[in-house]
Structure formats: structure tokens, C-alpha cells
């Protein structure tokens, strides 16, 4: 690099510029931290708590109804679940076979479950009884062969309803006997939870996260079980007042995403914490677990937060038992901010990074310098340089914006049978991500732009092409084209421009109605203008940019 890791300096006493990583799996991690701490609890589920000594057994069980199954190292089992135990249980069972995991939103139309789970190849899909239908009719247009079931309430306690009110009894599908379906707790009774040898191996690829293309067209993160336990490493590093102590964090981070993969699940095991598992990320729910359950860490993005603002008990909560409060996936506003401060004391350490990453790639320094606008600086044993847009070869100095570059054990090893863009995004180990920012003279990262057109809604990338394509194939629409714009509890929200085929009469409802068929809920556009002719360049393609610059300049008049 032309210039020195200034970052280094800003690091809080006691946080080392490089970390000396271990090859210890995060499946070894699990079995240590049950021989270390067998009492303590790993997982809380809506009151039930699991130890890591039972959550040592419940693996065990689980991998040898896997290998059972026919699972085998390399295998892909695709995962479509909620933050309940049975993720937990399930993905590190994967992980003793030696096999891969696909994780999968459970919100997901059917057609973007039929290409993420056609793409991974995958063979064993665990989830949901109240998926069940769905899951079957994907099993008929996928290479899955065999479906786990969960409920729900395998693991709720008794009585669940004077405990958490929002919990509705019997929440869940009667499972009937069929070829190639499974249910869950069945397993889990049939198998002994003896040790079982772990085949989970340091530079083989433990999971696929899938991340959306410009296009739209999700592709497979290839996280390695060492990037998954490196980037934890280097995560346990940047606390060094906390090492070797009971910490609790809220699970409100989905553990399909990357974030909650790390946070939510494997940051408690690697760590020996406890985590509170939020299955339903809503105002009510969390307070009722705030109050209950007294956590350590509080993270969450921009619509978590500003929900929470909005929650009369979450304002008149004692919240002097949390010590950091975590925003990622998209900027949090500027009142947001200073509400939570005002009310709270909280003081937000803001996370930055990507699926590719793992992640994790900068944050706000523990117990260090705040600067509000920032996401903070690079974790140690991790690089960013700053790089021309044009070229991506020139690296340009302080203080000067262009796409941004992370080199670090955290890069995963590539995107799944995609070696195109795969080449296309790691150019000598440098992932280029895609943003666009620069560096202070702290070595502090602010983000100004996207390279991409990636609008980011309650953290959820939302590429709009993919947004675009469905409306153009709506008969009465001529063109169209989605931007991101502001959005208060969203932080962004999807708009579109609309021209309607000369002759024909649409509305916006009709509009957004067409768009529910076919779109997870939070990708259907929020705002439809119609529009006489959309700005194009000179040889007839839309301009996404110069739409967004119209779109600004109205909203400031």
C-alpha cells in the first residue's frame, strides 16, 4: 500500500494490529466451549434455555440423522428457517458431515427459492412445517430429495403465553407421513448424542450465503470455515475488556444473512456467550426480551431501531445493562442517532461490510473515537485501500473517494460454479465491493456513494433491475425503472417510474398488486410515479443515475 495501515492508531488500548489466527472450526469451537462451559447457556429461545453441553448433544444427534440420511462431505443442505433452534442445531450438524450449507430466506417467492436452491445444487432442504406445501412443489422442480420439518414450538417452553403474549398456541402444520419427509424431533429422539467425529475442515467451504447480482440474480457466497472463524477471531480481538467473560447478545439478526451467521449464531459459540434468539424481529416482541433477558449487545439496522423509538416501553425502559448497541446493513438517520443518545445514553458502533466478506470488514472502535457519518475503521488482519472507479487500479490518497477494496481473511473463496464474477470481484485477493467511500486522516471509512444500483431497505439489498424486469412484463407498461429515495423507517424504499404503453389506463395500485405476485414484500416498490419518457443515453439506455438526480431535485423543491 502507498500509505501506512493509519487506521492502527485508532484502535481502543489493548486491540492488537494483527491477530494470530487459530485453525479451529467453528464445529471444534462448539465441542470446546461444551467442555469449557457445559452449564452455561448458549441459546435462549423465547425463555427455553440450551446449554452448550446440550447443544453439543443436540448436534451430535442431528449429524448422525444427517449421515443417515445419506448426507456426505461436499453435500449441500439448504437451509429455510427463522431464528429458532433447530438452524442452529442443523447448520452445525452440517458442518460434521463435512458438508455445505444454503442458506435461504424464508420470506422468498417460490421462484426465487426455485433458483437459489436449483443454483446450490442442494439435496436436503430443513424447514418450516408451515412451509411444508411450498417446500414440496420446489422438491419437484429442484435436486432436493429429502425435507426435514420443524415447528415452531419444538422448543418453546410451557407456558409459553404468560411468558411471551404474542405467541399464539399451536402454531404450526400437522406433518403427515410421506416419502422423503422427515420430521425434525423425530431424529433428533432416534440418534444417540455420543461424540461423532468432526469432518469439518479449515479451507473447505462450510456455507453458501447467497448475495444479489446488478442483475438480480442471487449468487453463492463461498464462505470457507476459515473465513467464518477468522472473521470471528478477529471480531473477539476488537474486545479485549470482554475476553474470557459471560456476555449475552439479542439474535435479532437473521441467520440466513451474513450478518446474523456470524452474530446470531456462531459470535455466541465462538465466544462462549449466550444469545437470545429473535424469531420475529418486532418492536413488541424484543422489549417484552429486553426486559426479560437483560442483554449484553443490542444490534440491529436502521427499521429495528426506529421501531424500537416508536415503542412506548422501549422509551421508558432502564437500558443501563447494555453496553453497545450495533447498526449495520444500511446508515442509520441522523435522528435516530441522536433520539437514541438522548434517550439511552447509547452510543451506536456502527458495522461495515458485505456477504463476500463475511460480514465484517470495518466498525466503530470499541471503547475508541466515535465519528458520527463513519462506519469506523478496519477489524485487524484486515487491508482497504481506496481505488479510481474507471480502473480500479489506481489507488487514490486520503480523502478522496472511489470504490473501496478489502483484503483480509474474511474474503470468501469465491461465488459458487461462477468464476467470471468471481474473477471480476477478488482481483489479487482484493474483493472490490462495490461501494463507494474514502479514508480520513484516522483511517475512519465514510460511504458517499454505489458503485452498484443497490438500494439497501431494512438491510435487505434490493437490485432493481430485477424490480424492472417484472414491470416490463406487465402488458400495459411500455418502460420502467426503479430507484432507491430516502425513507424514514426504511433508510431506503424502492420507487417506480413508470410509462405506460400508449393507449392504456394503469393506477398504482394496480401496479403494486402485480408487483406482490411476483416479489418478496420487501422488494414490491413503495412509490409509483407515471412518467412520459424515461432519460436515456444516446444509443436508448436508461439512465438509472440521471433518474435519481431528477427524483432529488424534486424532492428538495
Known amino acids: 500500500m502507498s500509505f501506512e495501515r493509519i487506521w492502527h492508531k485508532s484502535y481502543a488500548p489493548g486491540v492488537p494490529a494483527e491477530v494470530d489466527i487459530e485453525k479451529v472450526t467453528v464445529a471444534e469451537a462448539l465441542t470446546r466451549a461444551a467442555q469449557k462451559y457445559p452449564d452455561r447457556v448458549a441459546f435462549i429461545y423465547m425463555g ?210 451474513s450478518a446474523g451467521y456470524s452474530v446470531s449464531q456462531n459470535m455466541p459459540i465462538m465466544n462462549g456467550w449466550s444469545c437470545v434468539l429473535v424469531p420475529r424481529p418486532e418492536p413488541d416482541p424484543i422489549v417484552d426480551m429486553l426486559k426479560k433477558f437483560k442483554p449484553t449487545f443490542l444490534p440491529g439496522v436502521p427499521t429495528i431501531y426506529t421501531g424500537l423509538l416508536r415503542n412506548k416501553k422501549f422509551r421508558e425502559m432502564d437500558l443501563s445493562f447494555v453496553k453497545g448497541y450495533f447498526g449495520g446493513a444500511a446508515p442509520l438517520p441522523e435522528d435516530t442517532l441522536n433520539q437514541l443518545q438522548k434517550l439511552h445514553g447509547a452510543i451506536i458502533y456502527d458495522v461495515f461490510g458485505a456477504t ?80 463507494i467511500g474514502y479514508l480520513d486522516e484516522d483511517g475512519y471509512l465514510t460511504i458517499s456513494d454505489r458503485k452498484k444500483d443497490l438500494i439497501v431497505a431494512s438491510g435487505f439489498n434490493i437490485y432493481p433491475n430485477e424490480i424492472d424486469d417484472i414491470l416490463f412484463s406487465h402488458p400495459k407498461i411500455l418502460e420502467a425503472c426503479c430507484i432507491g429515495v430516502p425513507d424514514e423507517y426504511r433508510g431506503e424504499t424502492v420507487k417506480a417510474y413508470i410509462v405506460v404503453q400508449p393507449g392504456e389506463t394503469l393506477t398504482e395500485e394496480e401496479v403494486i398488486s402485480y408487483c406482490k405476485e411476483k416479489l418478496t414484500a420487501y422488494k414490491v416498490p413503495k412509490d409509483i410515479e407515471f412518467i412520459d419518457e424515461l432519460p436515456k443515453s444516446a444509443i436508448g439506455k436508461i439512465l438509472r443515475r440521471e433518474l435519481r438526480e431528477i427524483d432529488k431535485k424534486k424532492r428538495e423543491e
Open 356 to 435: 463476500e466478506n463475511t460480514a465484517f470488514a470495518t466498525t466503530t472502535p470499541w471503547g475508541g473515537k466515535v465519528k458520527r457519518g463513519t462506519v469506523g475503521v478496519p477489524l485487524p488482519n484486515t487491508d482497504l485501500k481506496i481505488v479510481d472507479v474507471e480502473t480500479g487500479t489506481k489507488e487514490l490518497p486520503l480523502g478522496e473517494a472511489g470504490e473501496i477494496c478489502i483484503k483480509g481473511p474474511q474474503v470468501m473463496k469465491g461465488y459458487y460454479k461462477k468464476p467470471e464474477e468471481t474473477a471480476a470481484t477478488i482481483r489479487d485477493g482484493w474483493f472490490y465491493i462495490g461501494d
Open 48 to 257: 427455553t434455555k440450551i446449554t452448550f453441553q446440550e447443544l453439543e448433544k443436540l448436534v451430535n444427534r442431528f449429524t448422525r440423522a444427517l449421515l443417515d440420511l445419506g448426507v456426505r462431505q461436499g453435500d449441500k443442505v439448504g437451509m429455510l428457517l427463522p431464528n429458532i433452534p433447530q438452524i442452529i442445531i442443523a447448520d452445525h450438524a452440517a458442518y460434521r458431515v463435512g458438508a455445505v450449507t444454503a442458506m435461504n430466506n424464508p420470506l422468498y417467492t417460490e421462484s426465487e427459492l426455485e433458483h437459489q436452491l436449483n443454483d446450490s445444487d442442494a439435496t436436503v432442504l430443513v424447514t418450516l412445517d408451515l412451509l411444508l406445501p411450498r417446500a414440496l412443489k420446489l422438491r419437484d422442480k429442484t435436486k432436493i430429495k429429502t425435507i426435514i420439518t420443524c415447528h415452531i414450538n419444538d422448543y418453546l417452553p410451557f407456558p409459553i403465553k404468560q411468558l411471551f403474549p404474542f405467541v399464539k398456541k399451536g402454531m404450526y402444520r400437522k406433518v403427515e407421513p410421506q416419502e422423503g419427509v422427515y420430521q425434525f424431533m423425530d431424529l433428533i429422539k432416534k440418534y444417540s448424542d455420543d461424540p461423532v467425529e468432526n469432518m469439518a475442515r479449515w479451507d473447505d467451504v462450510a456455507a453458501l450465503i447467497y448475495t444479489g447480482g446488478t442483475t438480480g440474480v442471487s449468487k453463492g457466497a463461498m464462505l470457507t470455515h476459515a473465513n467464518i472463524s477468522g472473521v470471528l477471531q478477529q471480531f473477539v480481538a476488537w474486545f479485549p475488556d470482554l475476553k474470557d467473560t459471560e456476555q449475552r447478545l439479542m439474535g435479532i439478526y437473521p441467520v440466513f444473512h
